[in-house]
């Protein structure tokens, strides 16, 4: 890892629901000049509940109350001049200031909004609502947990190609921004999910829930680089 980090995260409590979604389809919803990534000809659409602690930028404390946030991502595989990462489609949060920062400095498409999460023993139900100003108001309602023993991603497999990013890619005005990040390889387990009610990834494509793939992480320790214009 390198020393010129920019911001400290936890991420604790994470599911990575994946579906298939036909790539054709999904690059029509990509911002030019990005690229659908695939693996062995699938492109997948994945939805990222977790909740983040200890956030501070370097040199500066975590300060409680602002240094903690639920958070909602749907993102997608991409490639741009040769390298591989993740574009996000949305990503909601709890944290009003977190969110205004993230699109304000960073470009990243964040959203305000209303999450609940209760935890009991290995079961999680979270919810999630969405409140941005100037942004139609959508929901998800959710349990999930893990079902199997830890394990290490194998390379080559579509859990280390869907999990094991480093970068990732936003487009502002017609400009492509990469941030870089680190973290120790992931520990995995198989997860289970249950919806109860989801009006958020409904917005994109078709999925094929018969190839979905569920991945749960208990925790992670990740350090953000900052954001470079391509």
């Known amino acids: 890892m390198k020393s010129n980090w920019l911001m400290k995260q936890v991420w604790r ?11 054709e389809e999904l690059q029509k919803l990509l911002p030019e000049p990005l690229n659908i990534d695939t693996f062995e000809g699938k492109a997948f659409i994945s939805l990222v509940p977790f909740t983040m602690t200890g956030i501070r930028f370097k040199g500066t404390p975590s300060v409680p109350r602002i240094s903690q946030l639920h958070e909602l991502n749907v993102r997608t595989y991409v490639e741009y001049q040769g390298e591989r990462g993740v574009y996000f489609f949305s990503l909601d949060a709890t944290n009003a200031l977190g969110v205004w920062i993230a699109r304000r400095f960073f470009h990243l498409p964040y959203l305000h909004a209303d999450i609940m999460v209760n935890k009991r023993g290995e079961l999680t139900e979270f919810q999630c609502r969405r409140k941005h100003k100037g942004f139609q108001h959508k929901e998800i309602l959710l349990t999930y947990k893990p079902i199997s023993a830890p394990y290490y991603t194998k390379e080559g497999t579509v859990d280390e190609w869907l999990t ?16 870089k990040l680190f973290h120790q390889p992931w520990i995995l387990q198989d997860g289970h999910y249950s919806m109860k009610k989801n009006t958020i990834t409904t917005a994109y494509l078709p999925i094929n829930k018969d190839e979905t793939i569920v991945h749960y992480a208990q925790h992670l320790v990740t350090y953000f680089y900052s954001f470079q214009k391509m």
Do not use: E
């Open 164 to 179: 094991d990013r480093d970068r990732l890619f936003t487009v502002h005005k017609q400009k492509v921004f990469r941030g």
């Open 13 to 23: 409590n994470l599911l990575f629901i994946h579906w298939p979604v036909p790539a």
